[in-house]
Structure formats: structure tokens, C-alpha cells
């Protein structure tokens, strides 16, 4: 029985360890709002080990690919959202940004969530958010399975943010 209390910690540690959390500010003023704009900032990621700026000598159709991925993403939060409408365009009163640190070979992704206002600066930000990309595809291919994982994570952190 020891084994098993010890096995549950551990795993709770685990997840608490990997879990998102409020750095800076608070996201409480979605709470009155009934859109919010929703975008993938990659500009000073790292995508398959080297710098953003690297990486788009080598894709040719980024635009392109980069409209598919933040759409995947607004989908998948409006998917797992509770009222409030996630947007693929700028809204009047506040931004959710999220900024890739990271991007590995399969897609997977890490980053921060920031909320902006109206004038751009930061009012909140949320770390060590994690998507898992895919297994076969392109490099953008996958970076979109993991943005669709991250619209769920998105919209769900902030669902418990605005109680």
C-alpha cells in the first residue's frame, strides 16, 4: 500500500512540475469578454534546433503554413471553450499571444501565454506551456497537430482562470 501512496506523489509532483502557472498579472478580465483575439508568436523560437529566421530560409510557403497552424489552434480552443469566442484576428480589448520558445523535430512545442490589452503591453503571463506535435508529416505539418493540442490546453487554463 506504501508503494502505491508513493507511486500517486510522485506522479502528482510529476504533473504539478509540468503544469501551467500565472508568472505575471492575472487573466480574470476575459471574464467580461466575449471574444479574444488568439495567436502563435515563432519569431524568437528555436524550431527544429535553429533560430526562427533560419528556419524560414528553408520554407518557402511559411505564410501559408503559418495561416493553417494558428487556425488549428483557434478551432481547438473554440472546441474546448466555455463562452467566450477565440478569434483569428485582432479584437478591440485584449490579445492572447502565445510565444514558442521551443520547437522540436516532431513539432512539439513550448512557449508562454501572454495577454495583451489594447495597447500591446503584457497585463498576464502564464509559463511552461507544452503541446506534443505528430509523427509524419512536414516540419509546419506537425507544428500544427501540436497547435491544436495547444487551442485545448489555451482554452481550458483559461476557463479555470476566469472563475
Known sequence: MKKWYLTAIMILCVASVKAQKVSNGSFKVLANETAVSLSIDYTDSRI???PFDVFLEGENQWD???KDISLKLVKE???HSDGLKYL?????NYQLVFKAITVDDDGETNGNLLLLDKDGIVIGEAEKF?????HFGSQTNLMGDAAERLGKKIAQFIKKQMK
Not at 483569428?88 to 478591440?92: L, Q, S
Not at 507544452?130 to 505528430?134: F, L, Q, S
Open 48 to 50: 527544429d534546433k535553429v
Open 130 to 134: 507544452n503541446a506534443n506535435g505528430g
Open 64 to 66: 501559408e503554413a503559418y
Open 77 to 79: 480552443a473554440n472546441r
Open 88 to 92: 483569428n484576428k485582432k479584437t478591440e
